[in-house]
């Protein structure tokens, strides 16, 4: 029974879209205590204090769905057709070309479970894509889907990293999969192309000098130090990705909702610098870059000039 559900629910996520799909024991993770605790004691998160809130909360699921039994651990795709061009340009993340990926994980995460107890029965649980403290790269390094790579990001062997990670957390009783092996060896690509220093050592980012915290999470001014570096990020970063030789193995993601308005696709630096508010409210209706707001982009526009 547990290796027929495990099963139905892998097929299920394929069908609705989502890349992969891994399923590990719900269960305290030991053995991230004490990292995390280390990582946070040495102020790395920055201004990041809710990482701090629910810290037992964050590595045991159960605490989360009391009952819990499994953690359904699922990925999807951004890695863009067409890159946003470059040439006299101000840079954004990939994952935030399009629709924010919490509304389309979302309906695709409540469409998995509502099929699930369609076809296997009455089932407890909750979804998560960012909702609630729950380690997700955790979660999907147990599940099978992938290592933690130097940049502290899941990579897997034949998507690379460019993906959304996902979760169900119930009260099935399923199969598990396994832990893959770590497969960056001896590479510091990462490491090294970082402009600003942030990947401390191997899997340990200080948030204080992440481009992409110091453009998307933080609400401060941005150091001018840190800011000459930013190579014309202005909301996230994709640096560490970008050089990672695992990624030569990204596919285009087939998402209509993540690819970029037309509007967004003919922007130049002088359209940034210009940008009103109400073109900002236009252009990033619905769009993950809404994050930082508009007195927060203009920042990141303004220190990255």
Known sequence: MKKRNSKIIKKLAKKIGFSSCGISKARFLKEEEKNFEDWLSQGKQGSMSYLERNFDKRLNPKKLVPGAKSVISLTLNYFPPK???????????????????????????????????????????????????????????????????????????????????????????????????????????????????????????????????????????????????FNDYIFGCDICQDVCPWNRFSKPHNEKELLPKEELNKMSKKDWKELTKETFDIIFKGSAIKRSKFDGLKRNIFSAS
């Not at 009783?173 to 600003?196: F, M, N, Q, R, W």
């Open 83 to 229: 890159k946003i061009s470059n040439n006299n340009n101000f840079i954004i993340s990939k994952y935030a070309y399009g629709k924010d990926y919490h509304y389309i994980i979302k309906e695709k995460l409540n469409a998995l479970f509502s099929k699930i107890k369609e076809k296997i029965g009455n089932v407890e649980g909750r979804v998560f894509v960012d909702s609630a403290p729950i380690h997700e790269r955790a979660w999907a390094k147990i599940s099978g889907l992938g290592w933690i790579g130097k940049n502290s990001l899941l990579i897997n062997k034949n998507m690379g990293s460019y993906f959304f990670l996902a979760e169900i957390v119930c009260d099935l009783d399923l199969e598990y999969d396994s832990i893959v092996s770590d497969h960056c060896g001896t590479c510091s690509k990462c490491i090294d192309a970082c402009p600003t220093n942030a990947i401390t050592e191997a899997q340990v980012i200080d948030a204080n000098k992440c481009i992409s915290y110091l453009t998307i999470e933080n609400k401060d001014d941005i150091p001018k130090e840190l800011s000459q570096s």
